[in-house]
């Protein structure tokens, strides 16, 4: 996808979440938008922080696993650091999590909302090198206006 992609998705996601109240069904609508519009990707869904680990929440794609430590796997590592990780090969990546072995690559997003961590966006592809600087810069952009759009709730799902 390109940056005028990734420019209509946004629209998008604002017309269908701008005026949500429930930021449940907000999410799951963030998650499916995103789900059906990425080629060649097999699993994506956000993972709430709830403590000191990450827990599952909306998704598409296979079961997954429920909990994640903050110290383990990709989402680990994004959630600890704040930090998007982009991974080419997960195969390569110490400590990557195998929920499912048809996984090659991974995008790690983390999910800020009130300058604090409330969970983070993953999205794998059974493509090596699948996501470009451009995918990462595209969904970084699409996560903060979500973030933003979560900001006058209270409690983040």
């Known amino acids: 996808m390109n940056q005028a992609d990734y420019d209509l998705l946004d629209g998008q996601l604002r017309a269908l979440i701008g005026d949500e109240p429930d930021a449940l069904a907000a999410a799951g609508n963030f998650v499916a938008l995103l789900y059906d519009a990425l080629d060649d990707v097999n ?5 709430v922080l709830r403590g000191e680990e990450l ?3 909306p998704f598409q794609g296979k079961p997954a696993c429920v909990h994640i430590a903050l110290d383990e796997g990709v989402c680990g590592a994004a959630a600890s650091t704040m930090q998007t990780q982009r991974v080419a090969d997960v195969r390569a990546f110490a400590g990557h999590i195998v929920c499912d072995p048809d996984s090659r690559s991974e995008l790690v997003v983390p999910l800020v909302v009130h300058d604090r961590l409330v969970g983070v966006l993953d999205i794998d592809s059974p493509a090596t090198r699948r996501f470009s600087a451009a995918d990462q810069a595209g969904i970084e952009n699409l996560c903060d206006s979500f973030c933003r759009m979560q900001e006058p709730r209270k409690d983040f799902i």
């Open 55 to 57: 827990v599952l929440g």
């Open 43 to 47: 699993w994506l869904g956000i993972y």
